[in-house]
């Protein structure tokens, strides 16, 4: 089946008032576009799934936006359930080591996966979690990004369904955060200078 390519974004400016400060964004996708493409995400991930059930696996934080309109724009039965990646580092007298864990562990064996995740950038980490859950054998293994860095990959992860391929931009906005802020906002944006 060929997929759709990722979507090309549409521009345009505003200032955003959060906690008492104000911040000028550049609009990089309006929320109509991310609306559009979540549907035609959406439609393609029911045709591949069409007669099973997927299991949808958000990564936590900045996924949880993006995997819950995509789960309400699905006909197919969906389960869900959220990991939250922990990067922690060890020094050993010998090697540097990082560790990468997920919490809480998810139950995969027999079924079908379908990984979603806000940002892919490096490919690290969503490696290592596929890598991760494969292991327990499920049925199947598939993942989502909402914004595909490919520019900035270090480790060829293959990405099923990609909403947006955007590079060199720091974003917010749709469930991806600065300090904490900007998560709530119906588009994608980048701080302007």
């Known amino acids: 089946m060929k997929k759709r390519p990722a979507s090309k974004p ?3 400016s505003t200032t955003v008032r959060t ?13 109509k576009a991310i609306r559009r493409r979540v549907r035609e995400l959406a439609r393609q991930i029911n045709r591949d799934y069409a007669g099973k059930t997927l299991h949808v696996v958000g990564i936590l934080e900045d996924a949880f936006v993006f995997m819950a309109d995509l789960v309400r724009a699905l006909t197919v039965p969906v389960v ?14 010998l090697v540097a ?20 995740d806000g940002v892919l ?55 991806l955060g600065y300090q ?8 994608l944006a980048r701080i302007a200078e």
């Open 10 to 12: 549409k521009r345009r």
């Open 80 to 93: 869900c359930s959220f990991v939250r990646s922990q990067v922690r580092d060890s020094d050993t007298r």
């Open 121 to 175: 950038q490096s490919g690290l980490t969503l490696d290592h979690l596929c890598q991760t859950l494969l292991a327990r054998q499920p049925a199947s293994l598939r993942t989502a990004a909402l914004v595909d860095k490919v520019e900035e990959r270090r480790i060829d992860v293959p990405v099923d369904y990609a909403a947006f391929q955007l590079s060199g931009q720091f974003l917010v906005g749709y469930g």
């Open 19 to 31: 906690g008492g400060s104000s911040a000028r964004l550049k609009v990089v996708v309006d929320e």
């Open 180 to 187: 904490e802020q900007y998560r709530n906002l119906p588009f």
């Open 97 to 116: 080591m990082r560790e990468i864990l997920y919490v809480p562990p998810v139950e995969t064996a027999g079924k079908d996966l379908l990984i979603v």
